[in-house]
């Protein structure tokens, strides 16, 4: 069955320094792969998705993902923090049965300082 | 262009009592989704509407959850009765198409607290 893990419930970082969310997954097959965001009182929000195309992936707010087979990760990351980047961001894989069905991970906490 | 809107934002009911959240997909999307977050736990597969058929129930707890969506367009999902278990924030999701990797897009969310 495909399933994510995240490997850290909280990342905290100044302003300004990079922000690195990890991500494992695990499948039998080359999966499609997401990663979305949750503001304070928003909605989940995608940012970017992994589907069998290039395996570096842009999303929105210049965050980027690596789809890493070898290493079975999806890793989020952007250069520079921005205070409005604090948000809770979840890991998805969407499982292979034809159709849409989403198995996210237990998300990531990111707090960022001044 | 209006999103995936959620009502109510939060309800606040009592064990053995009825709730009812409402979603309204964006307009166009045959596929609908219902997920929630217990407590502390990561975000479930509920199931999944196309059009007001159900394409796949899987997810649903037990019998005292219903879920409908008359004609296609908005859906409803019922909790009765409720159980201090069924506390959380229940989410809807539409999308254009159902297959694998379509980008689905969810509303704020329903936060229940049953006590």
């Known amino acids: 069955a495909q399933s994510v893990t995240q490997l850290d419930s909280h990342v905290s970082v100044s302003e300004g320094t990079p922000v690195l969310l990890r991500c494992n997954y695990s499948s039998s097959y080359s999966p499609s792969l997401f990663w979305y965001v949750q503001h304070p009182n928003k909605g989940l929000q995608l940012l970017l998705k992994?589907?069998?195309?290039?395996?570096l992936v842009k999303g929105i707010n210049g965050f980027e993902a690596e789809f890493k087979k070898s290493e079975t990760s999806f890793h989020l990351t952007k250069p520079s923090a921005h205070m409005s980047d604090a948000a809770e961001y979840f890991c998805v894989v969407s499982v292979n049965t034809g159709f849409q069905k989403l198995v996210f991970g237990t998300g990531t906490r990111l707090l960022v300082s001044p | 262009e209006a999103g995936v809107t959620q009502f109510p934002s939060h309800s606040v009911i009592e064990k053995g009592q009825t709730v009812t959240l409402r979603c309204d997909p964006i307009s166009g999307h045959d596929n609908l989704y219902w997920y929630r977050r217990v407590m502390g736990k990561e975000i479930k597969f509920l199931l999944h509407f196309v059009k007001e058929s159900k394409q796949d129930e899987s997810g649903m707890p037990n019998n005292r959850f219903l879920a409908e969506r008359t004609g296609g367009t908005y859906s409803t999902l019922k909790v009765q009765p409720a159980e201090l278990e069924d506390s959380g924030v229940y989410f809807c999701?539409?999308?254009?198409?159902?297959?694998?990797?379509?980008?689905?897009?969810f509303g704020q969310g329903t936060r229940l607290t049953v006590v």
């Open positions: 992994y589907t069998s195309a290039a395996t």
């Open positions: 999701a539409s999308s254009l198409l159902m297959l694998e990797g379509t980008e689905a897009f």
